[in-house]
C-alpha cells in the first residue's frame, strides 16, 4: 500500500444530505472529475464552500484574485518600478507589461504556483481542502479528485506546506511557555523510547488569562535525545529556534506530571490522531511538515482568522520549489 493511501480507500461512507450537496458542488467545479468519496468531518463548513466557489468560478477570477494579493496598490514594475501596465491576454493567464520597460510578468511569479501549467482552480481547490476541512487532504484523494496524477497532486501538497512551514518558522512563542515532552510512533510502552518512535516536543505560549495563544510541535532529532530523555541541547535548540528570547519557560517531565496537566498534551493527542486518520505511515523525513500543518490550522483557527484566506495568503507569497530540488534534498515521494 502507498504511504498516504488510505486502508479504505474505496469504502463508502453513509451520505447526509450536506455530504451530496459537497460532491455534487465540487464536481460542477472542475470539469471532467470523478467522483471520490469522503470521510464526512471534509464536509462541515458548506458556507466556505459555497463562497470559494462563487469567488473562483474561472481561472481568470483566480488569476485576478493573484494580482490583487500581488499588487495590492496597483501594478509595479519590478524592474523599473513603473506603475502602468498593459494587460496580455492571449495565453492560458494573463500576463502584464510594463509601460515603460515592456518587462512582462505573470500573477503565479513569486508564488508556489510559479512555472507550473496545473490549472489554478485545481491549485486553489487543493488550498482550499487543506485550509477548510478538518481532516486535510492526502495527495491519493486530491489525485482523484482535481484530476492530476499522484506525483502532481503530491507535489502540489508539498509546496502548500512548505509554505505553512516557512510561516511556522516565522512566527514564534512568547510570553508564558511550556514545553512538554510527548512521543509518536508504537503505542505507549514505556518511558524508553523504542526503535520506531521519537519524542515530539509541544510548545504553548498561553496569554495573560493563562488560556491557549499559539502552539508549536516540533520532532527531536535523533542526536538529541537518548533511550530515555530529550536531552538538554533537545531543548535549547527547541528554545532558539521557536520562543522569543525574553519568555518565562517551563518545561514539564514526563515522570513527574500527569499527561492530563501538561498544556500541550492534550493537544498532541489530536494532533496525533489526526495525522493517523489522514495519513498512513509517513517517512520521519516528511513528518515535520504534517505537524506543522496541524499546528497552523489550529492556529488560524485561535487567533479566529479566516482559514482558506490565510491559506491563500501564504500560498501567493512562498517562492515555489521543484521535484529535482526537494529530491536533491533528499526527499522522495511519499
Ligand atoms: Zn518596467
Known amino acids: ?19 451530496v450537496v459537497f460532491i455534487v458542488s465540487i464536481l460542477t467545479l472542475l470539469p471532467n472529475i470523478r467522483r471520490v468519496n469522503f470521510t464526512s468531518d471534509l464536509l462541515k ?11 473562483f468560478d474561472s481561472e481568470v477570477a483566480c488569476a485576478n484574485y493573484l494580482f490583487a494579493q500581488k499588487w495590492p496598490h496597483g501594478f509595479i514594475c519590478s524592474r523599473c518600478s513603473h506603475t502602468q501596465s498593459t494587460r496580455i491576454n492571449t495565453r492560458r493567464l494573463p500576463l502584464y507589461q510594463c509601460n515603460h ?8 511569479v513569486g508564488t508556489i504556483m510559479e512555472s507550473s501549467s496545473t490549472d489554478l482552480r485545481k491549485w486553489f481547490t487543493a488550498m482550499f481542502l487543506v485550509s477548510a476541512t478538518e481532516s486535510g487532504i492526502n495527495a491519493l484523494k486530491l489525485s482523484h479528485l482535481i484530476q492530476v496524477t499522484y506525483k502532481t497532486a503530491w507535489l502540489m501538497l508539498r509546496k502548500i506546506r512548505q509554505s505553512i512551514t516557512q510561516a511556522d518558522d516565522a512566527a514564534k512563542l512568547t510570553g508564558n511557555v511550556y514545553i512538554d515532552n510527548a512521543k509518536f510512533g508504537r503505542p505507549y510502552t514505556g518511558f524508553h523510547y523504542e526503535a520506531d518512535e521519537y519524542p515530539v516536543l509541544v510548545g504553548v505560549a498561553t496569554d495573560n488569562r493563562d488560556q491557549l495563544d499559539y502552539i508549536k510541535m516540533q520532532i527531536v532529532p535523533e542526536s538529541q535525545y537518548d533511550e530515555f530523555h530529550v536531552l538538554s541541547e533537545g531543548i535549547e535548540s527547541f528554545c532558539e529556534k521557536h520562543i522569543e528570547l525574553d519568555s518565562i519557560v517551563t518545561v514539564t517531565e514526563r515522570k513527574r506530571m500527569k499527561r ?25 523525513g516528511h513528518l ?16 479566529n482568522n479566516p482559514l482558506f484566506e490565510s491559506m491563500l495568503r501564504l500560498c501567493v507569497t512562498t ?3 521543484t521535484y529535482a530540488k526537494l529530491l536533491k534534498k533528499g526527499e522522495l515521494l511519499a
Open 1 to 19: 500500500m502507498h504511504p498516504e493511501q488510505s486502508a479504505h480507500p474505496e469504502q463508502t461512507f453513509a451520505f447526509c444530505g450536506k455530504v
Open 101 to 108: 520597460c515592456h518587462y512582462q510578468v505573470s500573477p503565479i
Open 319 to 321: 517562492s515555489t520549489t
Open 288 to 303: 515535520q511538515h504534517y505537524w506543522n500543518e496541524f499546528c497552523w490550522r489550529f492556529n488560524t483557527k485561535l487567533q
Open 260 to 284: 492530563k496537566d501538561m498544556k500541550g498534551y492534550p493537544i498532541f493527542k489530536i494532533a496525533r490522531a489526526w495525522l493517523k486518520r489522514t495519513y498512513h505511515g509517513l517517512g520521519q
Open 45 to 55: 463548513d458548506m458556507a466556505a464552500l459555497e463562497d470559494f466557489q462563487a469567488r
